[in-house]
Nanobody
Framework: QVQFVESGGGLVQPGGSLRLSCAASGIIFSIAGMGWYRQAPGKQRELVASITSGSRINYADFVKGRFAISRDNAKNMLYLQMNSLKPEDTAVYYC????????WGQGTQVTVSS
């Protein structure tokens, strides 16, 4: 069964940092393009960053220079290092496959507020 379990969210002040983790199971993780997504209240889910099986990386313009995506294929883990956080980064963050995303997990809440 495909499953994604996100963790690492929390409450942080503007300018702070968080590191999100995602444990993936039920897929051949090493050949899967993966992504981090987020959904803010009242808004549609959006792609934040993606990484291919060959570690080619893309970022949404609104996080470039602040966030860094990485993966550990040996552990079936996906990570998102988030620096210089802004209030507008407040959202529930999810991980999933970059293409054909299904079986969404519960996500992890990130709240940026003073």
């Amino acid at each position: 069964q495909v499953q994604f379990v996100e963790s690492g969210g929390g409450l942080v002040q503007p300018g702070g940092s968080l590191r999100l983790s995602c444990a993936a199971s039920g897929i051949i993780f090493s050949i899967a393009g993966m992504g981090w997504y987020r959904q803010a209240p009242g808004k549609q889910r959006e792609l934040v960053a993606s990484i291919t099986s060959g570690s080619r990386i893309n970022y949404a313009d609104f996080v470039k220079g602040r966030f860094a995506i990485s993966r550990d294929n040996a552990k079936n883990m996906l990570y998102l290092q988030m620096n210089s956080l802004k209030p507008e980064d407040t959202a529930v963050y999810y991980c999933n496959r970059r293409l054909g995303a299904t079986n969404w997990g519960q996500g992890t809440q990130v709240t940026v507020s003073s």
